[in-house]
């Protein structure tokens, strides 16, 4: 919300705020995109040998900071469900929920490559069901792409969103959403057999048209020969330095998720720290009477206070 000026003339000293405390959005000016990265941009960096740089945003605010911070691809990832709306596991999150956050990180994104997951139960009853969620996420919310777990059982779910002129970004591995079927969450592809299996999910997913593919919780060895395998580019979180690119969720990076880091995970700063910090100065500061200060009260114009002190003596000699 802004006010509109007042001339120099009319203020007589008032100290007045042309901004409230809401987040600016950007300007008509500044709203057009350059250089917006696309599927095409992943190719030519993983041909080029360019690490691919992504991380999850889940609102308006922090898409923005991980966009203007050059991060190439950014992804809103049911795991808002543990990060931002306090689930235990990513399966109750919804399409309404998915919709939601996708607009408002949509709204910031102006250089980055956006990709939406589909929800647990969006995909899995019918392609006719995965086409329209799918198209929602695009049409509605504004994301390039969709990312929908699975392997060789979903390549022709791949194929049918393809063929519909929907991206898609495969994930294999440890994949969340499967979290009960695989008894936990726990790194995948450690036996030959499991080695293989992967390899062929890989294959079966780019054979689909993935423009991408998640390599999640996988011995660094095997991300390694997927990645030299793949057409297309890899994504790792957990999979080790040989993928085309890495991705991290924004919570852990920040130590913002009240739990323990995976191994995989790296703490770039103390977000907890630092906003416990701040938040018990501002108790103290409202407690002891030193927030608000003057400086920080608007005031009367002096002609009204002038018209204030000089009717207070007629008021008490009525």
């Not at 108790?283 to 114009?301: G, K, M, N």
């Amino acid at each position: 919300m802004q006010f509109r000026a007042a001339s120099a003339s009319r203020l007589h000293g008032v100290a007045l705020e042309f901004h409230m405390s809401v987040t600016q959005l950007r300007t008509s000016a500044a709203s057009a995109p350059t250089g917006r990265i696309t599927s095409d941009s992943f190719l030519q960096k993983k041909h080029a040998r360019q690490p691919i740089t992504a991380l999850t945003a889940y609102d308006y605010p922090t898409a923005r900071l991980v966009d203007e911070a050059g991060i190439d691809m950014v992804l809103v990832g049911d795991s808002l469900g543990m990060v931002v709306l306090g689930y235990e596991n990513t399966l109750p999150v919804t399409m309404d929920e998915m919709l939601h956050h996708t607009r408002a990180v949509a709204r910031a994104v102006r250089r980055a490559f956006l990709v939406a997951d589909m929800p647990y139960g969006s995909y899995h009853a019918s392609s006719r069901d995965a086409v329209r969620n799918a198209v929602r996420l695009i049409k509605e919310a504004g994301a390039q792409a969709v990312k929908i777990e699975g392997g060789s059982s979903r390549a022709r779910l791949v194929q049918r969103l393809t063929d519909a002129e929907i991206p898609v970004v495969g994930h294999i591995g440890l994949t969340p959403q499967s979290v009960h079927s695989m008894g936990g969450y726990h790194v995948q592809g450690r036996s030959l057999e499991a080695f293989d299996r992967l390899l062929a999910d890989a294959r079966a997913l780019e054979d689909a048209g993935a423009i991408a593919i998640v390599l999640e919780g996988i011995p660094r060895e095997l991300a390694a020969t997927i990645t030299a395998q793949s057409g297309v580019p890899t994504i790792g979180i957990g999979a080790g330095p040989e993928c085309d690119g890495q991705i991290l969720v924004f919570h852990d990076l920040f130590n913002l998720t009240y739990s323990p880091t995976a191994k995989f995970s790296h703490q770039y700063a103390d977000g907890a720290a630092f906003f416990a910090g701040a938040l018990a100065q501002y108790r103290d500061d409202v407690a002891t009477h030193r927030f608000p200060s003057d400086a920080e009260s608007y005031h009367l114009p002096r002609r009204v206070m002038a018209e204030l002190e000089a009717a207070q003596p007629r008021a008490r000699k009525a």
